[in-house]
């Protein structure tokens, strides 16, 4: 279960910082003690690894630039060990390549440095806020489109009956068309409504993220109508056929 973010009764959130910059760690930690968060450091990969592993943490501040793991490596294998901790990297490797690396593998977002201090704390606050346990009510707990089904509460996805495994990644992208059945979602509102970040307008990893969801949703289910639909020119569309 995710830590809160306010109220008197409420757990703080825990925030691991990975830097091997000190001074710039140490800013990190401070800064995430100010918004009342607990915050840890360390300076290597394989440190990073370790304690993901072994400790909760509710987000992740990410340098990919490290001495012996990079950060994309240490994506690479806390992801493989099923931790799906949101993860903010920090880069002074600003090429489009590069940012879209860092989120295929499974990164919430990226912030290049140098970077305002303020920024990357908001950018962690926005992705706590994401991953805090929603508890809807009523009918708002389990979203319907044709004959798949999505409960926001247990994160379980299921079409004609069969169970779905989705990423978390994957989780949320879905969910947002589930909210929006029938509409016609660009790159841009997907882009921003689920990444915070437009990356200059590339829409490389929205079609990456529907490409997945369309082989777990579709593409098994050869006897079922297609639901993901694309519009050309405006984008995608989640629908059931009649």
Same mark, same amino acid.
């Given at each position: 279960?995710?830590?809160?973010?306010?109220?008197?009764?409420? !757990?703080?959130?825990?925030?691991? +910082?990975?830097?091997?910059?000190?001074? *710039?760690?140490?800013?990190? !930690?401070?800064?995430?003690? !100010?918004?009342?968060?607990? $915050?840890?450091?360390?300076?290597?990969?394989?440190?990073?690894?370790?304690?993901?592993?072994?400790?909760? /943490?509710?987000?992740?501040?990410?340098?990919?630039?490290?001495?012996?793991?990079?950060? /994309?490596?240490? +994506?690479?294998?806390?992801?493989?060990?099923?931790?799906?901790?949101?993860?903010?990297?920090?880069?002074?490797?600003?090429?489009?390549?590069?940012?879209?690396?860092? *989120?295929?593998?499974?990164?919430?977002?990226?912030?290049?440095?140098? /970077?305002?201090?303020?920024?990357?704390?908001?950018?962690?606050?926005?992705?706590?806020?994401?991953?805090?346990?929603? +508890?809807?009510?009523?009918?708002?707990?389990?979203?319907?489109?044709?004959?798949?089904?999505?409960?926001? #509460?247990?994160?379980?996805?299921?079409?004609?009956?069969?169970?779905?495994?989705?990423?978390?990644?994957? %989780?949320?992208?879905?969910?947002? %068309?589930?909210?929006?059945?029938? $509409?016609? *979602?660009?790159?841009?509102?997907?882009?921003? #409504?689920?990444?915070? @970040?437009? /990356?200059?307008?590339?829409?490389? &990893?929205?079609?990456?993220?529907?490409? @997945?969801?369309?082989?777990? &949703?579709?593409?098994? %289910?050869?006897?079922?109508?297609? *639901? %993901?639909?694309?519009?050309?020119?405006?984008?995608? +569309?989640? #629908?059931?056929?009649?």
């Amino acid at each position: 279960m995710n830590a809160t973010l306010t109220g008197a009764d409420t !757990v703080p959130a825990r925030v691991l +910082i990975v830097d091997d910059e000190a001074n *710039l760690a140490e800013l990190l !930690v401070m800064a995430c003690q !100010v918004k009342g968060w607990e $915050a840890a450091s360390v300076g290597t990969g394989r440190d990073a690894v370790a304690r993901a592993r072994n400790e909760h /943490f509710d987000a992740i501040v990410l340098d990919v630039m490290l001495p012996d793991l990079d950060g /994309f490596a240490v +994506i690479e294998k806390v992801r493989g060990e099923g931790i799906d901790t949101p993860v903010v990297f920090l880069s002074a490797r600003d090429e489009v390549d590069d940012r879209l690396t860092g *989120l295929r593998l499974g990164g919430d977002d990226y912030v290049t440095k140098p /970077f305002n201090l303020d920024e990357v704390i908001a950018r962690v606050e926005a992705r706590l806020r994401r991953s805090a346990p929603v +508890i809807p009510s009523g009918d708002e707990d389990l979203l319907r489109v044709g004959d798949l089904e999505l409960d926001v #509460r247990s994160h379980e996805v299921s079409r004609a009956g069969h169970p779905i495994d989705l990423t978390a990644r994957e %989780f949320e992208v879905l969910l947002l %068309f589930m909210r929006n059945p029938r $509409a016609v *979602l660009s790159k841009a509102q997907i882009l921003d #409504r689920v990444w915070d @970040y437009d /990356f200059g307008g590339n829409g490389n &990893i929205v079609e990456l993220y529907v490409s @997945y969801l369309r082989k777990k &949703i579709d593409a098994p %289910f050869e006897d079922l109508p297609n *639901l %993901f639909h694309t519009k050309r020119g405006a984008g995608y +569309i989640l #629908r059931a056929d009649q």
